[in-house]
C-alpha cells in the first residue's frame, strides 16, 4: 500500500517540477532537485509513511538515503513552508 502511495507522490512532483526520477533521487546540491526531495519527503511524512518506511521504499529504488538526511529535509520543508505560503498550494495540489 505505501509503495502506491509512496510512487504516485513521486511521479506527481516529478511531472509538475518537470525532471527525472533519475535525477530526483541523484545526488546533488542542485537547489531545485534539493527542495523536490525535500517536498517527497514532507508530504510523504504528513500521508504516514514513516521514515523508515521512506528509507526503505528510497533504497528498494537504488537510492540509498539516511534517517538524518530525511529528518533534515522534514525539518527544512516546515520552514520553508512558514516562509512561503505558495508550498501549501502545491502540497495541497499533491494526492
Do not use: P, W
Not at 51 to 75: H, P
Amino acid at each position: 500500500m505505501k509503495r502506491h502511495l509512496f510512487d504516485s507522490i513521486v511521479n506527481q512532483l516529478i511531472n509538475k517540477y518537470g525532471i527525472t526520477k533519475e535525477e530526483l533521487y541523484e545526488k546533488t546540491k542542485d537547489h531545485s532537485i534539493v527542495n523536490t526531495r525535500y517536498l517527497l519527503f514532507y508530504i510523504c511524512s504528513k500521508r504516514n509513511i514513516t521514515v523508515a518506511s521512506m528509507r526503505k521504499l528510497l533504497k528498494s529504488d537504488g537510492f540509498d538515503m539516511t534517517y538524518s538526511t530525511i529528518l533534515k529535509g522534514i525539518s527544512a520543508m516546515k520552514e520553508r513552508i512558514k516562509e512561503d505560503q505558495d508550498y501549501t498550494k502545491i502540497i495541497n495540489e499533491i494526492k
